[in-house]
Nanobody, 122 residues
Framework: QVQLVESGGGLVQAGGSLRLSCAAS????????MGWFRQAPGKQRELVAS???????KYEDSVKGRFTISRDNAKNTVYLQMNSLKPEDTAVFYC????????????????WGKGTLVTVSS
């Protein structure tokens, strides 16, 4: 069973930065796409960023230019660098993996991490 373990969340002031990490128990090269979702209180879980095995990336409009997703196949880890954070970015961030698809939404997710909380204060 594949495990995804997130780390790097915490409390940061608006305008600050955080880097989230998602370490997989196996080779991330086995997944066609990986990504990050977030869920704010009272809101639906939404896809923030995704990256394919080939390195193609996709971002939700509100994070374009601020967040960067990357992957290190040697370390079996996916990262989410978050800059210029805003209070509305406050959410639990979840790592996700899609074995065969492009991870366009949560219906394609085969594996989830347990999440890491990001809190941005104003």
């Amino acid at each position: 069973q594949v495990q995804l373990v997130e780390s790097g969340g915490g409390l940061v002031q608006a305008g600050g930065s955080l880097r989230l990490s998602c370490a997989a128990s196996g080779s991330i090269f086995s997944f066609n796409a990986m990504g990050w979702f977030r869920q704010a209180p009272g809101k639906q879980r939404e896809l923030v960023a995704s990256i394919t095995r080939g390195g193609n990336t996709k971002y939700e409009d509100s994070v374009k230019g601020r967040f960067t997703i990357s992957r290190d196949n040697a370390k079996n880890t996916v990262y989410l660098q978050m800059n210029s954070l805003k209070p509305e970015d406050t959410a639990v961030f979840y790592c996700a993996a899609d074995r065969f698809g492009l991870l366009r939404d949560y219906s394609g997710v085969d594996y989830w991490g347990k999440g890491t909380l990001v809190t941005v204060s104003s």
